[in-house]
């Protein structure tokens, strides 16, 4: 016959059972408010990171454009490419090559490839250190740019220096001149001479016929 007034204890839990699962929930909580690294690939494709940068982990690889993925994690982060990587700048002339020392001069046409928005050109002459930076800079397509220089530096040769945003750049050595204002078009500056030279005497041949004629009249 079984008695139904048996009273059943009801077991008390094992603290260790609890302790172990607490430690780790709250070691994991201090983990990820110690040491948070978060990436993320935005809708333009760039990535943006932030957090534990002890291994350099948060830093964004350049050229920072055409990400299509990224991974996070405590020590690291990876960002999936497209595959398309920027290529260098090339120059191959420039318009005009000349300019008068002491004058502005615009340079209507520096030719190349694979020039960037926001890309920067100078000219470099290595022999005396000379460095002069261009203004108005209008990159018109990945094939030509627009710029101004004042030639304030010495007379020579300089080297044409094109730095795309990505601080991949290209020289054009010894691609521009400065010179005086004798040395400047001297084939132009007789070219006109001439030109002048041949008006005035058409203009002295009508004198002396009108003459002629006056003289015969008379």
């Not at 020590?75 to 497209?82: A, E, K, P, V």
């Not at 030639?151 to 991949?168: E, F, H, I, M, R």
């Amino acid at each position: 016959m079984v008695n139904m007034n048996r009273s059943f204890k009801r077991k008390r839990p094992d603290a260790r059972r609890l302790v172990v699962p607490g430690l780790i929930i709250a070691l994991s909580a201090l983990l990820l408010l110690a040491f948070p690294s978060v990436s993320f690939a935005e809708t333009s494709g760039t990535v943006s990171a932030w957090g534990w940068n002890a291994y350099g982990q948060c830093n964004v690889p350049a050229p920072n454009s055409d990400f299509v993925a990224v991974a996070a994690g405590y020590m690291y982060s990876l960002g999936i490419h497209s595959g398309a990587v920027a290529q260098p700048p090339t120059v191959t002339s420039i318009t005009p090559k000349t300019g008068v020392k002491g004058w502005p001069v615009t340079i209507t046409d520096l030719a190349g490839t694979h020039f960037q928005t926001g890309a920067t050109v100078k000219l470099e002459q290595p022999s005396s250190s000379t460095v002069i930076d261009a203004t108005n800079v209008n990159v018109e397509s990945d094939t030509k740019i627009t710029c101004k220089f004042t030639l304030s530096g010495p007379l020579g040769k300089y080297d044409v220096v094109v730095k795309n945003p990505d601080d991949q750049e290209v020289k054009l050595v010894n691609g521009f001149s400065v010179t005086n204002i004798c040395g400047l078009g001297g084939g132009a500056i007789m070219l006109g001479f001439g030109l002048m030279m041949g008006l005035l005497s058409l203009a002295g041949s009508e004198i002396l016929r009108k003459r002629q004629r006056r003289i015969k009249a008379g």
